[in-house]
Each structure stands twice: as C-alpha cells, then as structure tokens.
C-alpha cells in the first residue's frame, strides 16, 4: 500500500471518528473484565447468573478492545420460547466514556446482529432501555429497533425505575 493510500485511509478514519478495535467473545479468562467494565459503566449490578447465561451463547456476547484495553462490550444471551424458537435478549451494550461516538457500540451491535442472523433459531432481538436514556433509545432505533411496551419498575434501584422495551425481528 502506498504512502498516499495510507494517509487517505488514516485521514477516512479520522473523519468517521473510527478506531481500530479488535473484537474477541467472552470466556473464563477475560469475565472479570467484563464484570469490572459494566460496574464502571452501569447504575446497576448484574448477577453472575446474567453473566454465565452470556457466555453459554458463545459469539453473542462480544469484547472491543483497543490498544489490548477492553472498552466496550455487548453481553447478549438467549431465551427460550415456547414454540421452539428463542429470542436474543441484550443486557448490557457499553463503552467506556472517552471511546463513545467512536463506531464502537455499532461494530459490537452489528457483530451480534450477524451471530444472531446465523442462528435459525433466533427470530428477534430485543433489550430494555431506561425510559429517559434518549441517546440509548436513539441508538438503538438508528440500528432498526421498534419501541415497543414501557415496563413500569424495571429498574428497581434506580431514580427513573421505567423501561422502555426495544426490539428488532429478524428475517430468515
């Protein structure tokens, strides 16, 4: 690659706010990391239950890393319907503050988006959303996600507890 096509694709890179992240799944070794990442990002704590349910879906649940740093992360596990087929439900999608706005909380949506894809099983995607979370909301709608029902009280702990439930069908 020349020197030209070098600087033109750092100078794209640049202008899209992109960063080169690698991308690896969750496993024994680097759960703490996530664990730690989502209780410095999140009001709220989540169970090792959560966390186990995540990683039994194999690439679902993604890890952005930048320069060997875990940033970001998308914890995804699925849930069982009574006609056979299952639904990809999100718990957590965050990135680290000083790396939002960069692609990478798209990049790791896009990269479960595809793993669901890949399961016949998976006919939808859906995730809960703090009701006044409108960057989230706005996020998820921008990838093609429905609004759909307000659960009063989800997030029990918390000073605004309504969530919002976004979802995405998936076509076969």
């Known amino acids: 690659v020349s020197f030209q096509t070098r600087i033109l694709l750092l100078l794209d890179a640049m202008v899209k706010h992109e960063l080169a992240v690698s991308f690896d799944v969750v496993r024994e070794k680097n759960l703490d990391q996530l664990k730690l990442l989502n209780n410095v990002i999140f009001p709220v704590?989540?169970?090792?239950e959560?966390?186990?349910q995540c990683m039994a879906c194999g690439?679902?649940?993604?890890?952005?890393?930048?320069?060997?740093?875990l940033v970001g992360?998308?914890?995804?596990?699925?849930?069982?319907?009574h006609n056979g087929k299952a639904k990809a439900y999100i718990a957590t999608l965050g990135i680290l503050a000083p790396y939002r706005?960069?692609?990478?909380g798209s990049k790791l949506l896009a990269r479960t988006l595809a793993a669901c894809a890949h399961?016949?099983?998976i006919e939808e995607v859906f995730v809960h959303v703090q009701i006044d979370?409108?960057?989230?909301?706005?996020f998820y709608e921008?990838?093609?996600?429905?609004?759909?029902?307000?659960?009063?009280d989800y997030y029990k702990k918390l000073s605004q507890p309504d969530a919002v439930i976004l979802t995405k069908k998936l076509t076969s």
């Not at 992360?73 to 319907?81: H, S, V, W």
């Not at 706005?101 to 990478?104: A, E, K, T």
């Not at 921008?142 to 009063?152: D, P």
């Open 73 to 81: 992360a998308i914890a995804t596990r699925c849930e069982k319907q």
């Open 50 to 52: 959560i966390y186990r």
């Open 45 to 48: 704590k989540y169970a090792d």
């Open 101 to 104: 706005s960069l692609g990478i």
């Open 119 to 121: 399961d016949p099983n």
């Open 133 to 138: 979370n409108d960057e989230a909301i706005r």
């Open 142 to 152: 921008r990838h093609g996600f429905q609004r759909g029902e307000t659960v009063k």
């Open 59 to 69: 690439d679902l649940t993604q890890l952005a890393f930048h320069n060997d740093i």
